[in-house]
């Protein structure tokens, strides 16, 4: 079946740090993958996405890019700040004629960011 | 435009006993998801509704889990009754469903209610 498998935390870096969180899936077909992030007491918000091969997904200075080849989605971001802390999910949604197919998330990645 | 709401945001109960969570999804989004997130682990599916019909509850145990969505909008997940490992964050999501634009289909998700079980 599809499953995600994300980098495991904590990460803590410094501010104006250059991030990484790698994320690799296993599904047959052409899923679309997605970023989502979870700040302290809030919901999941979605962060970015792709759904095809070779697609870029960016938001708020982050971006991942859909490598087919290497299976893999990882996150990245030049310069992280303080307000990045956060837990970040690397998910997988299966693709369908109306898109509404579950999403399957990797375990989570806490990242915290120090002054 | 107002997002998903969910209440309450936290529970406390005794193991055996019975809760109930209440989930109103974004205005015309037709589609409905529970998920389970349990501390350390990302979300799983429990169940997905596609106005008031069940389109996926592989995963949701059905010995003691329900959840009915009677009027196609607003949703109710019960518990009963409960065990230690049901201790979680219940979220739920929602989201437009069409052929249009089909691959951008976002999930909007709740805030969540935390369930501790004593």
């Known amino acids: 079946g599809n499953s995600v498998t994300q980098m495991e935390g904590p990460v803590t870096l410094s501010e104006e740090a250059f991030l990484t969180i790698n994320c690799t899936y296993t599904?047959?077909?052409?899923?679309?993958l997605f970023w989502y992030v979870q700040y302290p007491g809030e919901g999941l918000q979605l962060l970015l996405k792709?759904?095809?091969?070779?697609d870029k997904g960016s938001n708020k200075g982050f971006e991942a890019t859909y490598r087919k080849e290497t299976t893999s989605f990882h996150l990245e971001k030049g310069s992280v700040q303080v307000s990045d802390s956060a837990v970040y999910f690397c998910?997988?949604?299966?693709?369908?004629?109306?898109?509404?197919?579950?999403?399957?998330f990797g375990t989570g990645t806490r990242l915290t960011i120090i002054p | 435009e107002a997002g998903v709401a969910q209440s309450p945001r936290y529970k406390i109960i005794e193991k055996r006993q019975s809760v109930a969570f209440w989930c109103n999804p974004i205005?015309?989004?037709?589609?409905l998801y529970w998920y389970q997130q349990i501390l350390g682990q990302g979300p799983k599916l429990l169940i997905q509704?596609?106005?008031?019909?069940?389109?996926?509850d592989s995963q949701l145990p059905k010995d003691r889990f329900s959840a009915e969505r009677l009027k196609g909008v607003d949703s109710t997940l019960k518990i009963q009754p409960a065990k230690l490992e049901d201790s979680a964050v219940y979220l739920c999501?929602?989201?437009?469903?069409?052929?249009?634009?089909?691959?951008?289909?976002?999930?909007?998700f709740g805030p969540g209610t935390r369930l501790t079980v004593l």
């Open positions: 999501a929602s989201s437009w469903t069409g052929s249009l634009a089909a691959a951008y289909n976002e999930q909007f």
């Open positions: 599904a047959t077909g052409y899923p679309s």
């Open positions: 792709a759904t095809k091969a070779d």
């Open positions: 998910a997988l949604r299966k693709t369908s004629n109306f898109g509404n197919e579950k999403l399957t």
């Open positions: 205005s015309g989004h037709a589609t």
């Open positions: 509704f596609q106005n008031n019909g069940v389109v996926d």
